[in-house]
């Protein structure tokens, strides 16, 4: 395999202030460097895009460091090693690992996890069976809690982790309504995820359409949005509910966030638990296998929005924070 003297990677050039702009990033062309003892070279095949990366963007304090100026965007990646001077790793290999926004990456292979594409497409070890799938798993298991039987509410219910915590509530016999933007994610969400229902937010008619599909209330709900979805969800909450508060997208352009409905917080004893799922690494190796088996015998449906061309990037990223992906939203890069 012929290797490139040079590879593309995409930098944040300054910080957002509002909305994220194409002026935001810069595209380089940069020599690809030579390896250490122990290290790979890895050509990325595809690039993760998730909503967290707002938030590194910002200076502002947060639970994990703010992404460098100049320095490559952190993502997560999945790619072939092409050169390898470590001896757990051999050129072919298939790897995950957080690579960034570039088309080639240096590992000394800690954080590199070995791929088997047999049964499982490459692209899936970003999405399903990656992080997002176990962010949906450990908010599920370990926070929800939810018993066949009890109502579940899934805001972003089509999007990568959302779509992935309404089957596994399913899987469960749970009844499962999901929060989307728009009929055909609402479509998707039922006729093709199994969800019971889905409110589309856009509609117009948010706490109206949500109270028609959760009769016996809400015992559990995955948040991935926050403002006007968890308001709507906290007030058809039963006693005793429990959320997991994965995300809160809506205000990650900045926008103030207020709950109307803080009251019920009380009222009904709920537990509400944040959580960053890279802080539990003990879960990762049992949550990824259940997930593949689930994948591999397609118990677990799932969706791609596929840009093409690194350089198409910080427009898709921007769409993904506007809701326009559909599914999972990746970079294919070769």
Known sequence: MSIPETYQRIVLAERPRGPVKPENFRLETVPVPSLADGEVL??????SLDPYMRGRMSAAKSYANSQQLDDTMIGGTVGQVVVSRNEFYQVGDYVNGMLGWAEMGVSDGLLLRKLDTTRIPLSAFLGVVGMPGMAAWYGFNQIMEAAAGETVVVSAASGAVG??????????????????????KCSYVVNELGFDACVDYKAGNLEADLAAATPDGVDAIFENVGGACLDAALARTNAFARIALCGLIAGYNGADMPIKNARVLLINR???????????MEFWQQGLQELAVLVANRQIKY????????????????????????????????
């Open 303 to 334: 969706r791609e929005s596929v840009a093409d061309g690194l350089a198409a990037a910080p427009e898709a990223f921007m769409g993904l924070l506007q809701g326009r992906n559909f599914g999972k939203q990746l970079v294919k890069l070769i």
């Open 42 to 47: 890895i050509r990325n095949h595809y690039l």
């Open 163 to 184: 779509s992935v915590v309404g089957q596994l509530a399913r899987l469960r016999g749970c009844r499962v309504v999901g929060i989307a933007g728009g009929p055909d």
């Open 270 to 280: 709920l537990t509400v638990r944040g959580f960053i799922v890279t802080e539990h």
